[in-house]
């Protein structure tokens, strides 16, 4: 069993910052794509950001040029620094990680975290 294990929430106001990370607990898996989702109360769940293995990134409209996704590939981590936090920005973000298993059949696998909750007051 894969856990990703995030870190990072917490409470802040309005035009600070935080940073994320994510990790899975075991590697037996390659990975392909890492990424953070974030849904607010009563909303879906959206894309914040997402990393493929050779770097290419990818935002959601509401975040860009305000948070950075990144990659430690050594470390098989991921992270999100969050800079000019609104509070339209508090939710629960999840962590997700893609890739295949080592062996065959080489199947997919898409894993997803328990989430970490950011509150920004105003």
């Known amino acids: 069993q894969v856990e990703l294990v995030e870190s990072g929430g917490g409470l802040v106001q309005a035009g600070g910052s935080l940073r994320l990370s994510c990790v899975p607990s075991r590697i037996i898996f390659s990975i392909n794509a890492m990424g953070w989702y974030r849904q607010a109360p009563g909303k879906q769940r959206e894309l914040v950001a997402s990393?493929?293995?050779?770097?290419?990134?990818n935002y959601g409209d509401s975040v860009k040029g305000r948070f950075t996704i990144s990659r430690d590939n050594a470390k098989n981590t991921v992270y999100l620094q969050m800079t000019s936090l609104k509070p339209e920005d508090t939710a629960v973000y999840y962590c997700n990680v893609q890739g295949l298993t080592t062996a065959p059949p080489f199947n997919k696998v898409n894993y997803w975290g328990k989430g970490t909750l950011v509150t920004v007051s105003s």
């Open positions: 990393i493929t293995f050779d770097g290419s990134t």
